[in-house]
């Protein structure tokens, strides 16, 4: 059974940073890209990040682009997102998600950690 | 950046048809933009249930269908069960990063 297991949200002030992991398992996680996707409370899904397989192709939506850093490790089956610069905005429940294979959507999703980003 | 547009709400009587539709602002949604569609219910986490245009995922309802249709990406419920009542996303690939609809939130009434 695929499971996307998501940690590290938590309530922080602008300015600062946080990082978030999602522990996966019962999948080959070093088969397959990753995803983050944010949800602000009561809006809609804004896909954040993609990472490949192994690292080597990475893409950002332009609303984090240069403050949060995707990666993974494919030996412990984790992938983690580093948030630097947190705005009020960033403020949502996050999601690590799994890729189709070949790169065709998304298909399993975890539950989510919340980031709640204020003063 | 791409502006990919959903109906806001729809609604739709119980054992009915109704067709979600997925517009993507750089022009006509093909294959190349891999539609996926996904549900959310109240609460819940997302769950996945087209990718690629229309081939449904392995728990994805037969009632579910996807397709391109003048120019859009649709997703069409036959057969609607009240269980079907939530918040419908689309998701596009344009070509360096994805991109989400707004939602179409659909009501069974």
């Known amino acids: 059974e695929v499971q996307l297991v998501e940690s590290g949200g938590a309530l922080v002030q602008p300015g600062r940073s946080l990082r978030l992991s999602c522990a996966a398992s019962?999948?080959?996680?070093?088969?397959?890209?990753m995803h983050w996707v944010r949800q602000a409370p009561g809006k809609g899904l804004e896909w954040v990040s993609r990472i490949s397989w192994n690292g080597g192709n990475i893409a950002y939506a332009d609303s984090v682009k240069g403050r949060f850093t995707i990666s993974r490790d494919n030996a412990k089956n984790s992938l983690y997102l580093q948030m630097n610069s947190l705005r009020a905005e960033d403020t949502a429940f996050y999601y690590c998600?799994?890729?189709?294979?070949?790169?065709?959507?998304?298909?399993?999703w975890g539950q989510g950690t919340l980031v709640t980003v204020s003063s | 950046q791409t502006v990919v547009t959903q109906e806001p709400s729809l609604t739709v009587s119980p054992g009915g048809t109704v067709t979600l539709t997925c517009a993507s602002s750089?022009?006509?949604?093909?294959?190349?933009?891999?539609p996926n569609w996904l549900q959310q219910k109240l609460g819940q986490a997302p769950r996945a249930l087209i990718y690629s245009a229309s081939k449904r995922h392995s728990w994805t309802p037969a009632r579910f269908s996807g397709s391109l249709l003048g120019g859009k990406a649709a997703l069409t419920l036959s057969g609607v069960q009240p269980e079907d009542e939530a918040e419908y996303y689309c998701?596009?690939?344009?070509?360096?990063?994805?991109?989400f609809g707004g939602g179409t939130k659909l009501t069974v009434l």
């Open positions: 998701l596009l690939y344009d070509g360096t990063s994805w991109v």
């Open positions: 998600a799994k890729d189709v294979s070949l790169g065709l959507g998304i298909d399993y």
């Open positions: 750089t022009g006509a949604v093909t294959s190349g933009y891999y």
């Open positions: 019962g999948f080959t996680f070093d088969d397959n890209s």
